[in-house]
């Protein structure tokens, strides 16, 4: 009987040895994949064309302004950048004002051509009329301009947890998110050479909303912010319902939970809602084939 045992205890061992053997090598595959897809994104960061484009083809994404990207200023900081001519169309209006007032103090210093003059002063004031009517065209929206719309939703790591770097980087880079303007991530239309319209993009959801590439392996942050702007992606359902695809992904892989802009649990009602919503403007719009 004593054999026995030992035979057992002698299999037992092997196989536990072989588990232990073969776990050790599946984790350093997977920490070595990591690490090279972390040092091409890297890379891609650094090369950068004459055209503004890297080796992946991604380059700036459209202009947008935003001081802060966390939820709660996502779509101030789109209209914010929709109003960001008006300062300098201001000093327009009034650089031409200056110019009609100072017409009758020419008047006032010529007695002799007054008659000319005045007929010269005629001829300025429709113009100092029509600075104001230029302005009032330009601020009013056309009636045919459809509205801002930003949907956005949070990934919020368990209490007391973080997503890192390491370990988010692979998905990023599987979903086809590259690193553009405003320093965060951005899913475009198409793929390979100049990147199409953005469908949606991940900002970190702490300020100042941004991902640093160079110490990415060290990069932690509570919570990711997923969203998108309308008018925008060509074909806004498909950007929602990828949009939608990707956070659960990254939900099921890191841990965490989906919040919509309320901060309330995202509900399949929720989403239901939001696609009526991404349909109903699409068909108000009128500039998009779906």
Do not use: C
């Not at 588990?19 to 950068?48: G, T």
């Not at 429709?126 to 330009?138: D, F, I, Y």
């Not at 403007?281 to 779906?290: E, F, L």
């Amino acid at each position: 009987m004593d054999w026995q045992i030992r035979i057992a205890l002698l299999v037992t061992g092997i196989f536990v040895i072989g588990f232990i053997v073969y776990d050790f090598n599946r984790r350093k595959k997977a920490q070595a994949e990591k690490e090279r897809l972390i040092d091409q994104m890297r890379r891609s960061a650094e090369h950068v064309d004459a055209a503004g484009f890297d080796f992946t083809g991604v380059g700036s994404a459209r202009p947008v302004s935003a001081d802060d990207v966390d939820t709660e200023s996502l779509e101030t900081a789109v209209v914010q950048a929709d109003e960001s001519s008006e300062p300098a169309m201001s000093e327009t209006s009034k650089s031409s004002v200056v110019v009609s007032q100072s017409v009758p103090k020419k008047i006032s210093q010529n007695d002799s051509n007054s008659r000319a003059e005045d007929s010269d002063a005629k001829i300025v004031k429709p113009q100092q009329k029509a600075s104001p009517t230029e302005q009032l065209t330009l601020d009013d929206n056309p009636p045919q301009q459809a509205p801002e719309m930003v949907i956005s939703l949070i990934l919020q790591a368990e209490e007391g947890k973080t997503y890192h770097g390491k370990d988010f980087m692979p998905l990023v880079l599987s979903q086809g998110l590259r690193h553009g303007e405003m320093g965060i991530f951005h899913r475009h239309m198409g793929s390979g050479g100049k990147p199409g319209a953005v469908m949606y993009s991940v900002a970190n959801a702490i300020k100042p909303g941004t991902f640093e590439l160079a110490n990415i392996e060290r990069f932690e942050t509570p919570a990711f912010a997923f969203f998108m702007t309308l008018p925008g992606p060509t074909e806004p359902v498909a950007a929602l319902e990828g949009m939608v695809k990707t956070i659960k992904l990254f939900q099921a892989e890191l841990g965490g939970q989906i919040l919509d802009d309320s901060k309330s649990v995202y509900t399949e009602q929720r989403y239901q809602h939001q696609l009526d919503t991404v349909k109903e403007y699409v068909t108000k719009a009128g500039i998009y084939n779906r």
